[in-house]
């Protein structure tokens, strides 16, 4: 199956098949008010969070770490000492859509694979709530965890961050809130899975991975940036709402995660150029053939596997002591 100039690896042709017919049983996405589109999201994508890797221990909680309330769920795989290294991970949906369940299986993943405590967060989702509020929520939690940490068996010296599309813009802002706060050590690497990091989708993009049928399109993914923004036209310039506009130096880590077949590689690869001039230890793999969401396709596409397989190597080698 071809997407502009490129393949797309049958695997994960396989997945947008599955995915497509799914969709398809339910009614029109565009006739649903937002609570019915994240119903009918949670269905879809429930095939997708089904088996994997049983944790040692999950605990749920609900708190309120100063700027309003957070629903964690925080997996401890087998094996792993507490106070643990923990990835906070932050689920894409283009600040809109998604939760928790929709990638517990991914999480899950990440912390058999790793060795490592992951602690998922339902942050506040947009329309509803807009841009700063999620932000807002999520500095608190990590500051919350530098203190508290030791509370959730999570060791507060070895967090990193991460997550996948809006989940990756929101790891980068919350990195950059933090080190501007002089806290620039609490986050010790960020995992950036298909990143969506600005307002601006090429035209070149569009032709190629965009348009009918598409995983994601440019009005779609720029409506999602409207949901989340209380002022598009301002706020689009906004460094923490659009951390490609962003000064980066000082920032840890990062290893950016890329589909080779994607509306939005164009901007993990502008990334990865801004990092590497702000002096940011950085790397980048691209996926052949992988699209957008292709991490999600783990039970049946090798090349999701080996996605995960890396992002956790890499949070694994910064968190060990």
């Not at 986050?187 to 009918?212: H, K, M, Q």
Request: charged fraction near 20%.
């Amino acid at each position: 199956m071809a997407t502009g100039e490129v393949t797309l690896d049958p695997e994960i042709a396989a997945f947008l098949a599955e995915m497509k017919a799914r969709w398809a049983q339910h009614p029109p996405f565009d006739t649903l008010d937002f609570p019915g589109q994240r119903a009918v999201c949670e269905a879809v994508r429930a095939r997708w969070a089904e088996g994997g890797p049983e944790m040692a221990r999950t605990i749920e909680r609900m708190f309120d770490s100063g700027a309003g309330k957070l629903h964690v769920r925080a997996y401890f795989p087998e094996g792993v000492t507490e106070p643990a290294p923990a990835l906070i991970y932050l689920h894409g949906g283009g600040f809109t859509l998604f939760s928790i369940d929709t990638h517990d299986r991914l999480m899950r993943e990440y912390a058999a694979a790793g060795g490592f405590a992951v602690i998922g967060v339902d942050y506040p989702l947009s329309p509803e709530y807009k841009y700063p509020v999620a932000l807002d929520r999520i500095e608190a939690l990590m500051l919350w965890l530098k203190a508290h940490g030791s509370e959730l068996g999570v060791d507060p010296a070895r967090l990193a961050i991460g997550g996948d599309s809006a989940g990756a813009n929101l790891s980068f802002a919350t990195a950059l809130r933090l080190r501007d706060r002089g806290e620039d050590g609490l986050v010790r690497a960020i995992l950036s899975n298909y990143g969506y990091f600005s307002t601006v989708v090429s035209d070149s993009a569009e032709a190629a991975f965009g348009g009918p049928g598409s995983i994601m399109d440019r009005a779609e993914a720029v409506a999602y940036y409207a949901n989340y923004l209380s002022d598009f036209d301002r706020e689009r310039s906004d460094p923490l709402a659009c951390p490609l506009l962003a000064d980066l130096a000082g920032l840890p880590p990062v290893l950016l995660v890329i589909p080779e077949c994607d509306l939005l590689t164009e901007q993990s690869l502008a990334m990865e150029a801004r990092l590497r001039l702000a002096g940011v230890a950085s790397d980048a793999i691209v996926y052949p053939g992988a699209t957008h969401s292709f991490l999600e396709a783990m039970s049946i596409a090798a090349v999701a596997r080996k996605g995960i397989a890396d992002g956790a190597a890499f949070v694994a080698e910064r968190l060990s002591r």
